[in-house]
């Protein structure tokens, strides 16, 4: 499959509004380990070969597990997620198949059980950004290197 379009030379200021929000979610102080979690389920969901490629990678330089990356897809039946990233995959699911869940009530209280409102907050910001980085480049092909 080729590349479709360079989305960023097309639409100028485009990767830069995209870097400013991922650069919020970065400095959010959301667990690093977490994070790569969330990129990766979602990229999953979304069919992003793109950023499976990437976060896969980042994600076992933050020292992730093969055995946890691997298990990403049936986090639901694996026994070694802890609540924290249980909640917060549930909650990353929910988001990204959105137009299906409308984010229910309980797995947005399930992640309140175990962050607070601003952790919820950073945690959905991380997730729209994800998706949003997905849709960019399942759209545009965006290629894996």
């Known amino acids: 499959m080729e590349a479709r ?3 960023y030379k097309l639409a100028p200021g485009s990767l830069k509004a995209m870097m400013t929000l991922q650069t919020f979610v970065d400095n959010s102080g959301l667990d690093k380990t977490l994070s790569e979690l969330i990129k990766i389920r979602a990229s999953q969901i979304n069919g992003c070969v793109f950023c499976l490629n990437m976060h896969t990678k980042d994600a076992r330089k933050q020292g992730e597990t ?3 990356i691997y298990g990403l897809n049936a986090w639901h ?3 070694y997620y802890t ?3 249980r909640a917060a995959l549930a909650l990353t699911e929910a988001v990204t198949l959105v137009s ?10 399930a ?3 175990v962050f607070t409102p601003e952790e919820v907050a950073t945690i959905t910001m991380a997730i729209v950004t ?3 980085w997905n849709r960019i480049a399942v759209t545009s092909r965006t290629q894996p290197v």
């Open 5 to 7: 379009m360079d989305i």
């Open 130 to 132: 994800i998706n949003a």
């Open 100 to 109: 299906s869940s409308h984010v229910p009530d309980d797995v947005y209280n």
């Open 66 to 68: 093969e055995q946890r």
């Open 111 to 113: 992640a309140l059980a």
């Open 83 to 85: 609540d924290k990233e």
């Open 77 to 79: 039946e694996a026994p």
